[in-house]
């Protein structure tokens, strides 16, 4: 069955470190890939999505991702977090096709920074 | 930003009652969609529509009942609710299989 794993669930880091949240998902076919985020109180809101060509996509607010098709990932990134980046992120696969997408999604991580 | 509009944000019933979500969008897109965001859990595709036509049910129980008179609304007719059935709906909307634009849900509570 087709699956997304974040890999961190709570992370916690002080303002100006670095980043990472992992994104791995089991599918074979063609996928588009999203990262979205979910501010307290706030709507999920798009951060950054891959449909083709460079595999390195920038988003919103200085994110970043890499599809590295080989190992099925989808990793986020920001080289200087902000105590603003507190909030819900999740990783999705659309596996969708004609007019209506699929999304499947990874259960979550939430990023604390702390000031 | 209000391209997915969603009412009411909260709702609490019995589980003998009866009511509706209501989602509106005003993107001017396609397909539409519910899902269920439950504590612990990751958000759950519980239907899709494309053009007023619903073309998954994602093995949904039959106590959710969703309805798209027309292509910018959509709603989820709700009856006989179990306590577990308590969480976040959201709705959303898409051209096709591109970006979903999600509303900011229903917090529903079954008593």
């Known amino acids: 069955a087709q699956s997304v794993s974040q890999h961190n669930h709570h992370v916690i880091l002080s303002e100006a470190a670095s980043l990472e949240l992992g994104c791995n998902y089991s599918?074979?076919?063609?996928?588009?890939l999203f990262w979205y985020v979910q501010y307290p109180g706030q709507h999920l809101q798009l951060l950054l999505k891959?449909?083709?060509?460079?595999?390195l996509v920038k988003g919103i607010k200085g994110f970043e991702a890499e599809f590295i098709k080989s190992k099925f990932s989808f990793n986020l990134r920001k080289p200087s977090v902000q105590w603003s980046d507190t909030a819900e992120y999740f990783c999705?696969?659309?596996?969708?096709?004609?007019?209506?997408?699929?999304?499947?999604f990874g259960q979550g991580t939430t990023l604390q920074v702390k000031p | 930003e209000t391209g997915v509009t969603q009412t009411p944000r909260h709702l609490v019933m019995g589980m003998t009652n009866k009511k509706s979500l209501k989602c509106e969008q005003h993107?001017?897109?396609?397909?539409m969609y519910w899902y269920k965001q439950s504590a612990k859990k990751p958000l759950e595709l519980m239907f899709v529509?494309?053009?007023?036509?619903?073309?998954e049910n994602n093995s949904v129980p039959s106590r959710f009942s969703p309805e798209c008179p027309n292509s910018s609304h959509l709603f989820l007719h709700l009856h006989t609710l179990q306590p577990e059935d308590s969480a976040l709906y959201l709705c959303?909307?898409?051209?096709?299989?591109?970006?979903?634009?999600f509303g900011p849900g229903t917090r529903l509570t079954v008593l």
């Open positions: 959303a909307s898409s051209r096709s299989t591109d970006t979903q634009y």
């Open positions: 599918y074979g076919g063609t996928v588009n």
């Open positions: 891959y449909f083709s060509g460079d595999p």
């Open positions: 999705a696969v659309n596996i969708g096709s004609g007019n209506t997408g699929k999304l499947i």
């Open positions: 993107l001017g897109h396609n397909a």
């Open positions: 529509y494309s053009l007023e036509e619903r073309v």
